[in-house]
């Protein structure tokens, strides 16, 4: 799973199946918050404010179907604001702008006892998720080393450590260090602590060995959405060359069914793990009986099916037509969902 792949932390959606409300691999809910008001667009409508380490979700309590993914790529700022609101009256207000594409103004608020909680979540949340860009994006000569070593992230172990691997990205090659850890790939030079690159498996579309004008080496390719670069270092011999790029695939194939983004927060949440897993299902659950109308499916399944219903004229089109069941119109039958 390239990052390229992944949109919920990239992308801000609205109205989404609940297929797409459903957390990924790697995606974990911090926390979530029942009665809270759309007020910019919603029409008074509450529903829940759901924090992951990827973004923030708000979907109506009377209608799942309407509900907003604005992951944190896409957050500017967060800012409070007093709103006037239709549950809650003039009240302090949580106002996110984002920017997807086109700018968004999202407004939010809640019982006035609940508000510093969802405050508070989303900014422990979305600072865990600015610092921790290491982990997901391709980075270039950037401040990775501290006194000629590795500065490691939160949770993040050396696997290995190789000496003298020429960087290939230019006709004389560089040599350098190549450390391998469980969340990503970095080459530091040798005479330059500030010339490296820092490659996250999650950026990583293949690692694979390749013939190059230096012979054998060992190539990585990143996501487009780093560029599309084509990286290749080469290791001697080549028995050390391909035990490196075994252990860089194995790690690689790994972070796409156990990923990690890089954000760990600590959110003082009233819910459990358990209970916060427990609570979203009961939504899906929910929204998976609000799903937009299947015209065949309300049509036959009110049990009676096998009996005539009364007729009515259609103007539509222009004919006598048995009459269609309450909320069901006649443009619902052509939209018929593919299997």
């Given at each position: 799973?390239?990052?390229?792949?992944?949109?919920?932390?990239?992308?801000?959606?609205f109205?989404?199946?609940?297929?797409?409300?459903?957390?990924?691999?790697?995606?974990?809910?911090?926390?979530?918050?029942?009665?809270?008001?759309?007020?910019?667009?919603a029409?008074?409508?509450?529903?829940?404010?759901?924090?992951?380490?990827?973004?923030?979700?708000w979907?109506?309590?009377?209608?799942?179907?309407?509900?907003?993914?604005?992951?944190?790529?896409?957050?500017?700022?967060?800012?409070?604001?007093?709103?006037?609101?239709?549950?809650f009256?003039?009240?302090?207000?949580?106002?996110?702008?984002?920017?997807d594409?086109?700018?968004?103004?999202?407004?939010?608020?809640?019982?006035?006892?609940?508000?510093?909680?969802?405050?508070?979540?989303?900014?422990?949340?979305?600072?865990?998720?600015?610092?921790?860009?290491?982990?997901?994006?391709?980075?270039?000569?950037?401040?990775?080393?501290?006194?000629?070593?590795?500065?490691?992230?939160?949770?993040?172990?050396?696997?290995?450590?190789?000496?003298?691997?020429?960087?290939?990205?230019?006709?004389?090659?560089?040599?350098?260090?190549?450390?391998?850890?469980?969340?990503r790939?970095?080459?530091?030079?040798?005479?330059?602590?500030?010339?490296?690159?820092?490659?996250?498996?999650?950026?990583?579309?293949?690692?694979?060995?390749?013939?190059?004008?230096?012979?054998?080496?060992?190539?990585?390719?990143?996501?487009?959405?780093?560029?599309?670069?084509l990286?290749?270092?080469r290791?001697?011999?080549?028995?050390?060359?391909?035990?490196?790029?075994k252990?860089?695939?194995?790690?690689?194939?790994?972070?796409?069914?156990?990923?990690?983004?890089?954000?760990?927060?600590?959110?003082?949440?009233?819910?459990?793990?358990?209970?916060?897993?427990?609570?979203?299902?009961?939504?899906?659950?929910?929204?998976?009986?609000?799903?937009?109308?299947?015209?065949?499916?309300?049509?036959?399944?009110?049990?009676?099916?096998?009996?005539?219903?009364?007729?009515?004229?259609?103007?539509?089109?222009?004919?006598?037509?048995?009459?269609?069941?309450?909320?069901?119109?006649?443009?619902?039958?052509?939209?018929?969902?593919?299997?």
């Amino acid at each position: 799973m390239a990052i390229s792949l992944v949109w919920q932390h990239r992308q801000t959606r609205f109205d989404l199946s609940s297929r797409d409300l459903q957390t990924i691999n790697g995606e974990n809910i911090l926390d979530v918050i029942k009665l809270v008001e759309d007020v910019k667009a919603a029409n008074g409508q509450t529903g829940y404010f759901i924090v992951t380490n990827l973004r923030a979700i708000w979907h109506s309590q009377q209608t799942p179907s309407k509900n907003i993914s604005i992951g944190f790529q896409c957050f500017m700022t967060i800012e409070t604001s007093t709103k006037r609101s239709i549950h809650f009256g003039t009240s302090e207000s949580l106002v996110i702008y984002a920017k997807d594409k086109n700018r968004f103004q999202f407004i939010f608020t809640t019982n006035q006892t609940q508000f510093p909680r969802m405050l508070s979540s989303l900014n422990a949340v979305y600072r865990a998720f600015r610092s921790s860009s290491l982990c997901r994006e391709l980075k270039l000569r950037t401040n990775l080393m501290q006194n000629y070593e590795l500065m490691l992230l939160p949770k993040e172990e050396i696997c290995d450590k190789i000496n003298g691997v020429w960087n290939l990205s230019c006709d004389r090659g560089n040599l350098g260090l190549l450390y391998i850890t469980n969340i990503r790939a970095v080459w530091n030079a040798e005479t330059n602590k500030n010339f490296n690159i820092s490659i996250p498996y999650l950026d990583m579309e293949f690692v694979k060995i390749q013939q190059s004008k230096y012979g054998l080496a060992l190539s990585i390719a990143v996501s487009e959405l780093s560029g599309g670069y084509l990286l290749g270092f080469r290791v001697d011999p080549q028995e050390k060359l391909k035990q490196v790029a075994k252990v860089l695939h194995s790690l690689f194939q790994a972070s796409k069914i156990n990923p990690n983004f890089g954000v760990h927060c600590k959110i003082d949440s009233k819910f459990s793990d358990t209970e916060l897993k427990h609570e979203i299902l009961e939504i899906i659950e929910y929204y998976q009986k609000e799903e937009p109308l299947d015209a065949f499916a309300a049509y036959l399944s009110d049990g009676t099916k096998m009996q005539g219903r009364e007729l009515e004229f259609c103007d539509h089109l222009g004919l006598a037509m048995e009459k269609l069941p309450s909320g069901l119109t006649v443009q619902d039958l052509w939209n018929v969902p593919s299997c």
